[in-house]
Nanobody, 126 residues
Framework: QVQLVESGGGSVQSGGSLRLSCVAS?????????MGWFRQAPGKEREGVTT???????HYADFVKGRFTISKDVAKNTLYLQMNSLDPEDTAMYYC???????????????????RGQGTQVTVSS
């Protein structure tokens, strides 16, 4: 069983930055084909933000391209999400997730992932 624990969320002003972390335990989760982040704002559907494949290839939703960067540190069992130029529209609960789906190029795949964390809140004020 894989456990995922996110951290790094908080409140920032528009234009600010945050770095989210997701630490995995219970299984070498980097053996999974696809890892990533999705978010959910109150009253809205989950939306995929970004994914990273086992070979390191990355994919982003159009609304975060050029602002967010996903990365992983295999030695630390940690997945990261660097978020820059934050906008109030980015306010949401952010979740990390892993899946063995072959559809990692579609960032929406992580919204129905096999495993996900409990989430970390990101709030951006104008």
């Amino acid at each position: 069983q894989v456990q995922l624990v996110e951290s790094g969320g908080g409140s920032v002003q528009s234009g600010g930055s945050l770095r989210l972390s997701c630490v995995a335990s219970g299984y070498p989760y980097f053996t999974y084909r696809c890892m990533g982040w999705f978010r959910q704002a109150p009253g809205k559907e989950r939306e995929g933000v970004t994914t990273i494949e086992r070979n390191g290839a990355t994919h982003y939703a159009d609304f975060v391209k050029g602002r967010f960067t996903i990365s992983k540190d295999v030695a630390k069992n940690t997945l990261y999400l660097q978020m820059n130029s934050l906008d109030p529209e980015d306010t949401a609960m952010y979740y990390c997730a892993i899946t063995n789906s072959w559809s990692c190029r579609d960032v929406a795949v992580v919204t129905t992932a096999t495993y996900r964390g409990q989430g970390t809140q990101v709030t951006v004020s104008s």
